[in-house]
């Protein structure tokens, strides 16, 4: 059995050997590969701890996480989230129900802060990237699925860490650059709030990579690429470690154009001229991002 662990940073969680370092320098942020860790010999991750944090989560008074229970199918809408279940009930009922648990931002928690942080510093050594500088706003996240739940396709706009630490499951992935898969107009539409924007692909239902993973590997998705996600007939428990360029003037772009397309032009596709990007960016795509925060801060603070 796998002895349990506290996280200490530099202690190897990702494994540091030279297969392990070129994929994270090759692919980080640019293309799917499957990685090998430790983190499934984290007591923080076993269930005992899980079930503690859930109960901080639901004791918090805006509470952030999430569950819902059903069974969607892989091109459909997620399931729904019950009202007669607390998201404890939920944890406790995982291996006979169909749920689906995320325990979101669990960094807020000291002990899952000082995971996150030890994380960083191997991630940054592994991908040569100064993670804190170059990316900002990491978040640390956990999905709880029951036996045999798919999570349907989607799209994410973060860099993504998967490591897996419970349980077996396939994680099928896409390619965001191939156009067969992703037009300009659904990664436009993605990035303007419409989330559930890409079309899913019958004819590619094992995806362009499919990784199965199991206790000790875990899978980088790079932002955007759309990818859909079949548990095995057990209980999974994933940890998902995010983060967010912190330049990043293609989503400024991607704002402008679809504006611009409403108007009936034809506007420049992202990364094709960095110039351009740039001036969408510090023009509509400042102005989208502002007047974004400004209904937030108002639908929290009044409702409206
Ligand atoms: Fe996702």
Not at 18 to 35: G, V
Not at 98 to 114: G, Q, T, V
Not at 217 to 231: D, E, I, L, R, S
Not at 247 to 252: H, K, V
Request: glycine residues 6%; neutral net charge; hydrophobic residues 35%.
């Amino acid at each position: 059995m796998a002895t349990i662990t506290h996280p200490v940073a530099g202690s190897g969680l990702f494994a540091q050997d030279t297969e392990n370092r070129k994929l994270f320098a090759e692919h980080f942020d640019h293309q799917p590969f499957l990685f090998r860790h430790a983190l499934n010999t984290m007591e923080l991750f076993q269930m005992p701890a899980l079930l503690k944090l859930a109960r901080k989560c639901m004791d918090k008074r805006q509470q952030k996480s999430h569950f819902e229970t059903g069974k969607p199918v892989v091109d459909g809408f997620f399931g729904n989230k019950p009202a007669d279940l607390t998201l404890v009930q939920a944890l406790e009922r995982i291996g006979e129900d169909s749920n689906w648990i995320i325990l979101k931002r669990i960094h807020e928690e000291p002990e899952y802060r000082e995971a996150l942080e030890a994380f960083i510093t191997e991630l940054s050594e592994l991908t040569g990237i100064d993670l804190r500088r170059d990316y900002h706003d990491p978040i640390l996240t956990i999905f709880i699925t029951s036996p045999n739940r798919i999570t349907p396709y989607h799209l994410d706009g973060e860099a993504n860490f998967l490591a897996q630490v419970q349980g077996s499951k396939t994680v099928y992935v896409y390619n965001a650059n191939d156009p067969q898969i992703l037009t300009e107009e659904e990664k436009e539409k993605y990035w303007t709030g419409h989330l559930l924007a890409p079309r899913w692909h019958e004819e590619l239902s094992n995806g362009q990579w499919h990784f199965d993973v199991t206790p000790g590997t875990g899978v980088f998705n790079p932002a955007t690429f759309p990818h859909y996600v079949k548990n095995d007939n057990n209980v999974s428990v994933s940890v998902s470690v995010n983060f967010k360029r912190v330049r990043n003037d293609s989503i400024g772009a991607y704002r402008t154009n679809y504006f611009t397309r409403k108007l009936g032009l034809r506007p420049t596709v992202p990364g094709q001229s960095p110039a351009v990007d740039r001036i969408k960016s510090l023009t509509v795509g400042n102005l989208y991002t502002g007047l974004h925060a400004t209904r937030k801060a108002l639908r929290s603070r009044f409702g409206i």
